[in-house]
């Protein structure tokens, strides 16, 4: 069986590259892009990731809040999940999921947790 290809959109290189290594570290795939509209070109290629860690908050370039209205106009990635990663404080589980997304974790993400909610979401 193939492994499961994640994208990670996160505007810090740091926390990017540290999530891309602890997802290969468990045999995951992983495709990495700094903002919305590098992560949504992953969106448009083939084939289409199996699972999104999505930073809402980017200084610089288009937004988590950008990258969930676009993906829903892309036919093979509208049903793809997304975990959302935030620094908000006042985010909860009930706003995630009314913007469409499967989990939500707050910053600074530990790895067990982040584990568990990548598994529950790709039904592993």
Known sequence: ???KTILIVEDNAIQREGL???LRE???SVLTAADADE???WLRS???PDLVLLDMLVPKGRDGWFFLGQRRQIPAAASVPVIITTGVGNASEEWAAA???CGLLR???EVAPLLAQVRRCLGA
Do not use: D
Request: glycine share 14%.
């Open 1 to 3: 069986m193939a492994a």
């Open 20 to 22: 891309a290594f602890v």
């Open 26 to 28: 468990e045999g995951y």
């Open 39 to 41: 992560g949504l070109s």
């Open 46 to 48: 083939e084939p289409t």
């Open 99 to 101: 913007l469409g997304a």
């Open 107 to 109: 910053k600074p993400l």
